[in-house]
């Protein structure tokens, strides 16, 4: 009887010693909660300010979050009494072998949050990248969507995305327009370049400034190659391109001038 009365005396003395650190890691919960939560409306309202993408945003807003309450919750587990040591250490092999198997996807990871922070392109933008080029549907944090021009859906990865070279064709005013021609060795190549240069100024959509130009760019024994370049603004690009492209072709084949004409499709997009 003495033993278990010893017993409770000792259980009840265990459970008084412990219960101002209880107290204490209550008070901690409901502060911490409450700091985490004003430091998360600080950081949202710069975020905001600051027009950073909205999936970006709740992103690494929720990222922060976890990471907060995982340090409030081992502080209160560590005040009440409860090792956190054994718990930490199995966190930290879990986070390295996870990290190991995952290589690639945290490289697609780290590629989308550069993009989604100092954007080199936007939802809508025409850009040509890793080897595909289309327009920007759908930036997630893994992987970017294209439509390309045939209308076929190309999903980049974010990690080759954003280490390689983007050209975006939509955050520019204007186009340049380039043709290659062949003429025969024994053509009039002053009157060819007179003849394009009157189609080209025709063309109320091509910018006079910079004036189109022809010039001869290659000499060989069977052809003179002229090149042909104007300037046009991005919006009209397309339709000027193809448009020009044909009249140059028919009024050179009116006045018997035997040629090859030739455009850069890459330009034509």
Sequence with gaps: MDKISLAIDRIVEAAL???????????????????????????????????????????????????LYTMLLLSVASMVGIQTT??????????????????????????????????????????????????????????????????????????????????????????????????????DVRQARDEILAVLKGDDRLLQTPAPDVFVAELTEAAVQLLVRAWAPKEVFREAYHDNLERIRTTLDTRLIRVTVQGNPFDAV
Excluded: C, H
Aim: no cysteine; charged share 15%; proline share 4%.
């Design 17 to 67: 010693s412990r219960i101002p650190g209880a107290l204490m890691a209550v008070a901690l919960l409901i502060g911490g909660a409450w700091l985490i939560g004003m430091v998360m409306r600080v950081l949202r309202g710069r975020f905001e300010r600051r027009n950073i993408d909205l999936s970006l945003r709740d992103f690494v807003l929720s990222i922060i979050k976890f990471i």
């Design 86 to 187: 054994s718990f930490v250490a199995v966190l930290g092999a879990a986070s390295l072998s996870i990290g190991l198997a995952l290589q690639g996807s945290l490289s697609n990871f780290a590629g989308g949050v550069l993009i989604l922070l100092f954007r080199p392109f936007r939802v809508g933008d025409y850009i040509t990248a890793a080897a595909a080029s289309g327009v920007v549907e759908k930036i997630d944090i893994l992987y970017t969507t294209l439509r390309s021009p045939e209308g076929i859906a190309v999903f980049i990865p974010n990690g080759p995305l954003a280490n390689g070279v983007i050209s975006n064709f939509s955050s520019i005013t204007r186009r340049r327009l380039e043709y290659n021609i062949g003429l025969r060795p024994d053509a």
